[in-house]
Antibody, heavy 120, light 110 residues
Framework: EVQLVESGGGFIKPGGSLRLSCAAS????????MSWVRQAPGKGLEWVGR??????????DFAAPVKGRFTISRDDSENTLSLQMNSLRIEDTAVYYC???????????WGQGTLVTVSS | EIVLTQSPGTPSLSPGERATLSCRAS???????LAWYQQKPGQAPRLLIY???SRAAGVPDRFSGSGSGTDFTLTISRLEPEDFAVYYC???????????FGQGTKLEIK
């Protein structure tokens, strides 16, 4: 059974940093592209960024609102995905979901999400 | 940049009725990269349809997807009480890499 379990959310002041983690199990993590998707309270879904598998280059891509502030990394030995968020802004407040990239650019498995609240 | 616009906004239907949800792209997109998700309150989204018309594993056959070019449709043939939720369409573009969601359609029970 595929499982994605996020951790690391919390309350942070504007300008601060936070690191989210996602523990993956039930599939071959090494071969899988992974993304983060967020959802502000009461709002829709927004893709944050993606990391390819190492065999496909291991490169990352980000949505414009977070580019230059967020980084994504992966530890294939621990089946763990991370999202490092720097220079946080109030508008980064959201539930952050760890998601598995399926074939065709869809998201076939989702974690339960972790809430990040940026407020002074 | 592709924009996905979903309609209608908040349809009110009764169990047993047919629901037709629309997703319109601002320019023609490949149906291979069009997906639909269902999200219930307090839950993570769930993949329903990928490649515009293929059902994900475990999705009941009352859910179907269709469309091409700029117009895509999610149809629920006979609404069950558990189908009242928010539905999102999503597209993937590779150059530059971008995953775009529609704003969502909230299906309400009448």
């Amino acid at each position: 059974e595929v499982q994605l379990v996020e951790s690391g959310g919390g309350f942070i002041k504007p300008g601060g940093s936070l690191r989210l983690s996602c523990a993956a199990s039930g599939f071959t993590f090494t071969n899988t592209w992974m993304s983060w998707v967020r959802q502000a309270p009461g709002k829709g879904l927004e893709w944050v960024g993606r990391i390819k598998s190492k065999i496909d280059g291991g490169t990352t891509d980000f949505a414009a609102p977070v580019k230059g502030r967020f980084t994504i990394s992966r530890d294939d030995s621990e089946n763990t995905l991370s999202l490092q968020m720097n220079s946080l802004r109030i508008e980064d407040t959201a539930v952050y979901y760890c998601v598995r990239d399926g074939y065709g650019g869809n998201f076939d498995y989702w974690g339960q999400g972790t809430l990040v609240t940026v407020s002074s | 940049e592709i924009v996905l616009t979903q309609s209608p906004g908040t349809p009110s239907l009764s169990p047993g009725e047919r629901a037709t949800l629309s997703c319109r792209a601002s320019q023609s997109v490949s149906s291979s990269y069009l997906a639909w998700y269902q999200q219930k309150p307090g839950q993570a989204p769930r993949l329903l349809i990928y490649g515009a018309s293929s059902r994900a594993a475990g999705v009941p056959d009352r859910f179907s997807g269709s469309g091409s070019g700029t117009d895509f449709t999610l149809t629920i043939s006979r609404l069950e009480p558990e189908d009242f939720a928010v539905y999102y369409c999503q597209h993937y573009g590779s150059s530059p890499p971008m995953y775009t969601f529609g704003q969502g359609t909230k299906l309400e029970i009448k």
